[in-house]
């Protein structure tokens, strides 16, 4: 079946909840994870829609929350980390972590693997792990076949991404952290969008979906839950200081 492509987003709405992924949606991909470069407009820019939304605004991100933070100061919005496995609200209370017990041994049998593939960049997280193969794409098959063994046993799912496979546990991910976000009074009743642009953002795109809301999807066209397009993080950028205005 033909992939439809879809339009550009309307301008933002006054009752819209905003909810932004980080990386290929505010940031441009890098090399590695850490050799991304935040825009210096982002900060003040995240700022300036916060106040136009009356403080319903999140980011939901793949990357551990104390990364993210590294890079980006989240203090004083909802934030979610890991795929939805962490999240602290609005308020600054941040909710349990649930840490498969199997995440030991994976991390111990994907140390090995790293060992045989020297320039793969494994990202530990609080409840899960991620390999990255971007500067190594020829591990690809040995890094997709480990992650799929490990996540067949208890307590993980395999999260595929742009060069990366990652565990993160099971019943976490980016739509459930939307859901659980709506549920507080600040957001009650408004409609969520969802920015994002790689697979882990379409469960948040059917979660908005399934409140009224919609997703935004950057990148090229593909099969999707979102029902709007942005073409890259520049269009993201632009469309959102329209939005501030
Ligand atoms: O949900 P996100 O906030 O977009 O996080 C998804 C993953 O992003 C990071 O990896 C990706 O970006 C890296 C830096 O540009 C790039 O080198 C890598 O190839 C991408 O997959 C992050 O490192 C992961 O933990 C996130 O899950």
């Not at 980006?72 to 840490?99: I, K, Q």
Request: charged letters at 25%.
């Amino acid at each position: 079946m033909p992939i439809t492509d879809l339009s550009p987003p309307p301008p933002l709405a006054p009752d819209v909840a905003l909810f932004l992924d980080f990386d290929g949606t505010l940031v441009e991909l890098a090399e590695a994870p850490d050799a991304i470069s935040v825009p210096h407009h982002l900060p003040r820019l995240l700022t300036r829609l916060g106040e136009r939304l009356d403080g319903r605004i999140g980011i939901i991100s793949g990357r551990a929350l104390a990364d993210l933070e590294r890079h980006l100061d989240c203090r004083g919005f909802a934030v979610s980390g890991s795929h939805g496995a962490e999240l602290r609200l609005g308020d600054g209370t941040s909710l349990p972590v649930e840490t498969p017990e199997s995440l030991s041994a994976a991390r111990i049998a994907v140390r090995a693997l790293a060992t045989r593939f020297p320039l793969l960049i494994v990202e530990e997280k609080p409840a899960g792990i991620a390999v990255h193969y971007r500067r190594v794409p020829e591990a690809q098959d040995a890094v997709i076949a480990l992650m799929t063994e490990l996540a067949e046993g208890d307590g993980f799912v395999l999260q595929r991404g742009k060069m990366v496979a990652e565990l993160r546990p099971r019943g976490a991910d980016k739509g459930a952290a939307l859901r659980r976000l709506m549920r507080e009074p600040k957001f009650a009743g408004a409609r969520p969008l969802f920015v994002g642009d790689d697979l882990t953002d379409e469960d948040a795109f059917a979660a908005a979906a399934s409140i009224n809301g919609a997703g935004i999807l950057v990148g090229p066209p593909r099969k999707t839950a979102a029902r709007w397009r942005l073409a890259d993080v520049a269009a993201v950028a632009a469309w959102l200081e329209e939005g501030a205005r």
